[in-house]
């Protein structure tokens, strides 16, 4: 979807503002609702696409307002709610429902350890042709789906050169939105700088996106 | 699946939710959490260590030292990323698939994820602000030679930037220049001087660093 969290190029966001000796978190708050994410991902009622469509269905407004980890609290508040771990009611009452039935946590302090020391690979060990190779040109699609996508504005349209071909993803189009994990080959896609920006940019630049083989076609 | 986000229902996406008070809404949600058995504070607590005190630059800090060092090191590193990581006992979460991208005299290289925060967890930790921000996930991409101005880094003309946008689940790590005058120093010494910063592009490792540290 064409909203604000798809910021490559757009100007008048700020100056640069580097904080010295900063810390991991800047609150207790902020260290618990990172954590309460991970956790709660645990529970597998969503993915990682899932969880970045929430934080970008955010309205523009506040998404630019918000600070990192709150969009991380509404993004939260989102997915449990509408994978129905938790109602509205029981957030704004801070009390369970009557009669809903305690669980077991799905992580443990241990679980937690070996998940993120394992990680959750997106590569999938599966067939699926490459319909591109290494040197090949390539033109991105133009497209504006209304759902997630991972081409960002900047890019669409545009003639580049497959750098390398990273192997077989899982795509965020479709599993954002459940609807199956589409294994396609993920390629780093290289665009002379002065292809997405004219002649403002150096002749020398490049930007290499990451591309799934659905986003491209050939040139 | 009863989660569905698409824009169609987004008239139920209740904004109201968002805290006022982040803190107090936060420790709220994490009781409704914990009294409901969803989440185990333990686990909360050792997630919050980790990333606090376990996973942060020092970590690249020492794959990059030991490319400077061990030639082959470097070779297994920008031709396997992902190997040549766990051979230092890296690897995990938000860094499961890892590309090390080498800067030279000719080579700037920069990374961004303008669509989020993507960044190498394992190697780097979590993501400072300014990575975060608008500012950078903007900027980086039509303009890296003024983010880089911004950070004190003057590129000449001849250098070539190129830019990596991590809008996969491919992460990237940039191998920085060593600095001339390091030719004696051991692994821990060269270590010492990477900066999270030269990791992602935005600095270069200088030898001075050591002396302003002593």
Redesign the interface.
């Known amino acids: 979807m064409n909203s604000v969290h798809d910021m490559g190029g757009m100007d008048g966001m700020g100056p640069l503002v580097e904080e010295k000796n900063e810390p991991v978190f800047h609150d207790e708050w902020e260290g618990r609702i990172f954590a309460m994410n991970l956790a709660m991902g645990a529970w597998r009622k969503w993915n990682i696409d899932a969880s970045r469509h929430a934080r970008e269905l955010i309205p523009p407004a506040e998404y630019l307002r918000m600070s990192y980890y709150e969009k991380w609290v509404a993004g939260l508040i989102e997915l449990i709610v509408k994978s129905e771990l938790v109602t509205r009611d029981e957030i704004e009452s801070v009390t369970p429902a009557a009669g809903s039935v305690k669980v077991v946590p799905a992580l443990t302090a241990d679980q937690a350890m070996a998940r993120i020391a394992t990680g959750i690979p997106a590569k999938r060990n599966v067939d699926a042709p490459a319909r591109f190779k290494v040197g090949q040109r390539v033109r991105t699609c133009n497209m504006h789906p209304m759902r997630h996508t991972r081409l960002p504005r900047y890019a669409r349209g545009r003639f580049g050169t497959i750098n390398r071909d990273h192997g077989v993803f899982v795509f965020p189009d479709t599993n954002a939105h459940f609807l199956g994990e589409k294994p396609q080959h993920v390629y780093s896609v290289c665009f002379a700088a002065r292809e997405l920006w004219g002649a403002q940019a150096e002749e020398k630049d490049s930007v290499y996106v990451d591309m799934w083989d659905e986003y491209l076609e050939p040139a | 699946?009863?989660?569905?986000?698409?824009?169609t229902h987004?008239h139920e996406?209740?904004?109201q939710?968002?805290?006022s008070d982040?803190?107090l809404?936060?420790?709220?949600?994490?009781?409704?959490?914990v009294?409901?058995?969803?989440?185990?504070p333990?686990?909360?607590?050792?997630?919050?260590d980790?990333?606090?005190h376990k996973?942060?630059p020092r970590n690249g800090a020492r794959v990059v030292a030991r490319a400077w060092f061990d030639p082959a090191y470097k070779q297994r590193l920008l031709s396997n990323a992902d190997a040549a990581i766990a051979e230092m006992g890296y690897?995990?979460?938000?860094?499961?698939?890892m590309?090390v991208v080498e800067n030279s005299a000719k080579v700037h290289n920069l990374v961004?994820c303008?669509?989020?925060?993507c960044y190498p967890w394992?190697v780097l930790?979590?993501p400072?602000?300014?990575y975060?921000?608008?500012?950078?996930?903007?900027?980086?991409?039509?303009d890296?030679?003024g983010?880089l101005r911004?950070?004190g880094l003057e590129l000449p003309?001849?250098v070539?930037?190129?830019?990596?946008?991590?809008?996969?689940?491919?992460r990237y790590l940039v191998l920085p220049e060593r600095p001339a005058g390091t030719e004696g120093m051991n692994e821990e010494a060269l270590a010492a001087l990477v900066t999270r910063?030269a990791m992602v592009g935005v600095g270069k490792v200088f030898l001075s660093k050591v002396v302003s540290a002593a």
């Open positions: 699946m009863s989660l569905d986000l698409s824009p987004q996406h209740d904004n939710a968002v805290p982040p803190a809404r936060v420790k709220a949600l994490e009781s409704l959490l009294e409901k058995g969803l989440v185990d333990a686990a909360l607590d050792a997630l919050v980790a990333y606090e996973i942060g690897g995990g979460f938000q860094g499961e698939h590309v961004v303008t669509l989020c925060s394992p930790g979590l400072p602000v300014w975060k921000s608008a500012p950078y996930r903007s900027r980086a991409v039509i890296p030679r983010v911004e950070f003309e001849d070539e930037v190129r830019v990596w946008d991590s809008t996969a689940e491919v910063d």
